[in-house]
């Protein structure tokens, strides 16, 4: 990236294309104004009667109103714990894929959901339980929303914070099947059950929601949740597949990687890019944010529209759903780890393509996030 005197830089993108950041924004954008998302209103008008200033107000507030809700990955959170997921997968993860049944440590493969703190695979039990790590960009996201919400767009806007848990339970619809909510926010949603899958699906699809995924490695693996004994117990995903008894023997065996590859193809527009978050040899030639690869999503729909390309380099083959992908015909687009726009249906998606909390005290990201995301997100 070249950069250039005054708020103005250059970006450089993965095709070797340049084009100049406008001052107002900072960072370009490759595509034009996003889909409109509009908020069904009542304009009707008793007939014969003046409207007074308190009607034209109140639709004015009905008009500008938008209901939102942070969706903590509470499900994502027990699978990482101390005792738990991890620990099973770090056991027996030199096992061949040919491996058809273990019934051993498979205790592992179920975990209560956390409330507010917990310890973590990599935690030694005398550890003091803590807050997950995304928690202060959950925070200062909210913050960016709100400010954004009510000094830029002239928006009232009604933020909750839910878990996995409600959108499971289809807490997200009202008793008609519509949406209770107008957009969601989503961030290292990891492990859903399919219940929760389908709810998110049908919020965007169907309903016309709008949900900006603000990490990667998202619906990867499949977990069933008993409300009960408030646990979730694996099913399928990050290369296993687990049976608890319920529907016959009890063991595990070796699956596939990405639980619901062709439909997040379909309707998210992206999947996970198997690359370790070790690999020193990922980098991003676009990359005015200092962010280093950890986790990313790769575009896989040729419906995506291109909000930022971060300009992914890799030396070595790519490998998604334990496919080696060596052609770039194999995908529309194959290569591109970027932040995107894509009308899902009756409503949309926006994705950061990247593990963002990463980037929660960089204030070029910060301000890319105001000035490009947020704009989209609450039109």
Avoid: C
Wanted: hydrophobic share 30%.
């Amino acid at each position: 990236m070249t950069m250039i005197p005054s708020s103005s830089f250059v970006v450089i993108f993965a095709d070797g294309t340049q084009r100049m950041a406008s001052p107002r924004h900072g960072f370009v954008s490759t595509t034009g104004d996003g889909v409109s998302f509009n908020i069904p209103i009542s304009t009707e008008e008793e007939d014969g009667g003046g409207r007074g200033e308190d009607d034209e107000r109140e639709e004015d507030n009905a008009r500008s109103q938008l209901r939102i809700a942070f969706v903590k990955p509470s499900f994502t959170y027990a699978a990482y714990q101390l005792d738990g997921f991890y620990n099973f997968y770090q056991k027996y993860r030199h096992l061949p894929d040919e491996t058809t049944n273990i019934t051993t440590d498979l205790n592992l493969l179920t975990v209560k959901v956390p409330d507010k703190t917990y310890l973590t695979y990599r935690d030694d039990p005398s550890d003091t339980p803590r807050v997950p790590s995304q928690q202060n960009y959950y925070e200062k996201l909210r913050e960016l929303v709100e400010e954004k919400a009510s000094s830029s767009q002239n928006l009232a806007i009604d933020i909750a914070d839910i878990t996995d848990k409600e959108v499971h339970e289809g807490d997200i619809f009202d008793s008609d099947g519509n949406n209770a909510y107008d957009m969601l926010f989503l961030f290292h949603q990891e492990y859903v059950t399919q219940a929760e899958y389908d709810n998110l699906k049908k919020f965007v699809v169907q309903n016309g929601g709008t949900i900006v995924f603000n990490d990667a490695n998202i619906f990867t693996v499949e977990v069933k949740y008993d409300s009960v004994d408030n646990t979730v117990t694996l099913v399928r995903g990050h290369g296993w597949a687990y049976d608890d008894g319920s529907s016959g023997s009890r063991g595990a065996w070796r699956a596939e990687s990405e639980r619901w590859f062709n439909e997040n193809r379909q309707w998210v527009g992206s999947n996970f890019i198997e690359i370790p978050s070790n690999d020193k040899d990922v980098t991003f030639s676009n990359d005015p944010f200092n962010y280093t690869h950890s986790e990313e999503q790769i575009v896989t729909n040729p419906n995506d529209e291109i909000i930022f390309d971060f300009g992914v380099m890799e030396d070595v083959t790519y490998e998604i759903d334990d496919n080696e992908i060596d052609d770039m015909q194999h995908f529309p687009g194959f290569g591109k780890v970027a932040a995107y726009e894509m009308t899902s249906g009756k409503g949309k998606v926006i994705n950061i393509g990247i593990f963002a909390h990463k980037l929660e005290d960089n204030e070029a990201f910060l301000d890319f996030y105001d000035e490009e995301i947020l704009p989209r997100a609450l039109d």
